[in-house]
């Protein structure tokens, strides 16, 4: 499937930026990230994906309901470790799932939407790419690390500028 290739684009890259980064660096706060390090970004994409995960098994997926776990965020072994675990399980037939989401801070109350798994996959994806162009900016604060052209970047603006260089 397209969509699965996609993801293994965009994880192969990743990982790839990760392990190119020293443990030190993986956990520098970026100031052009507000402090925030490719870590805690890296944490926030893999959990994105384990809360499909879950929610595939009972049919709801709440994103809100996520570990926050440090490990991940600190160490990036653990990271890389994750991110082909989950790629591996991420091929399973599509299904109707219900999504649970809050549009307040205040609220306990979740709104339902209906969506389904390939949805859902793709909507990490698109997350996945937006992050990816913040550690984009991160990575060259603290490395002198040398990215693809087209990490960070979504297909779309990629098939653009194609089209702009003909």
């Known amino acids: 499937m397209q969509l699965l290739e996609a993801v293994k684009k965009i994880f192969v890259q990743l990982t790839d930026s990760i ?10 706060p970026c100031e052009s990230l507000t402090n925030h390090t490719i870590g805690q970004h890296v944490r926030h ?47 399973k037939p599509n299904k109707n799932l219900n999504l649970s989401t809050y549009y307040s801070e205040n609220s306990t109350d979740a709104v339902l939407l209906t969506t389904n798994y390939h949805r859902e996959i793709a909507y990490n994806l698109e997350h996945t ?15 002198n690390i040398l990215l693809s052209e087209d990490f ?4 779309s603006t990629l098939k653009y500028r194609r089209q702009c260089a003909q």
Do not use: W
């Open 19 to 28: 392990e190119r980064l020293s443990p030190a660096q993986y956990i520098q």
């Open 45 to 91: 994409i893999i959990e994105l994906f384990q809360c499909l995960e879950i929610g595939y098994i009972l049919g709801n997926v709440d994103y809100e309901k996520r570990k926050r776990d440090v490990e991940l965020e600190t160490n990036k072994d653990s990271a890389c470790r994750l991110l082909a675990r989950i790629l591996a399980n991420l091929d």
């Open 129 to 143: 790419i937006h992050h990816m162009a913040l550690m984009r900016i991160g990575i060259a604060e603290i490395s």
């Open 152 to 155: 960070g970047v979504a297909p």
